[in-house]
């Protein structure tokens, strides 16, 4: 059986090999004192995102002019600038004004609630949270629908 084969026009692949672009993923920035945490949530979201990991709030404004976050993930008890602080801070620049801000915490009342719409948060998710609803929540967060 003989098989044709096509000229194939220089620099173009035969229509079998051709590939979808690959698109760069999104960047999730947490910023958590506890280690461990970072390191799980590192582990748990690399598959799909780049994750930059801060251990407090104090750096986060720099850390976000170098790698443009698609998402910021924000513990509320921080030494230092806690989570409501530093999302604050993020508000006040326009350019950040529609950056997501999903805040993790121990608490699941009202007040703190509360306390992340008013500082400017997007979405709560209470430590300890499970992986399919924190992944669930992160996108919805990147979609816009949270």
């Known amino acids: 059986m003989t098989q044709s084969h096509e000229p194939i026009a220089s620099g173009e692949l035969p229509r079998e ?3 979808a672009p690959v698109l760069p993923r999104p960047c999730v920035m947490v910023v958590d004192d506890d280690a ?3 390191a799980m949530l590192q582990t748990a979201l690399e ?3 780049s994750v930059v990991c801060l251990s407090n709030g104090d750096r986060v404004l720099d850390t976000i002019d170098r790698c443009a976050p698609s998402l910021l993930m924000l513990d509320i008890n921080m030494p230092g600038s806690d989570g409501y602080e ?3 801070k993020v508000r006040i620049h326009a ?3 529609k950056l997501p801000v999903l805040f993790m915490t121990i608490r699941n009342d009202d007040a703190t609630f509360l306390r992340t719409l008013e500082s400017g948060g997007d ?3 209470c430590k300890p949270f ?3 609803a924190l992944r669930g929540r992160i996108r919805a967060l990147l979609a ?3």
Do not use: S, W
């Open 36 to 38: 461990a945490v970072r």
């Open 47 to 49: 598959k799909d995102y």
């Open 17 to 19: 090999q051709t590939r």
């Open 86 to 88: 530093v999302c604050r």
């Open 144 to 146: 816009g629908r949270a």
């Open 123 to 125: 979405a709560v998710i």
């Open 95 to 97: 350019r950040l004004k």
């Open 130 to 132: 499970e992986m399919p």
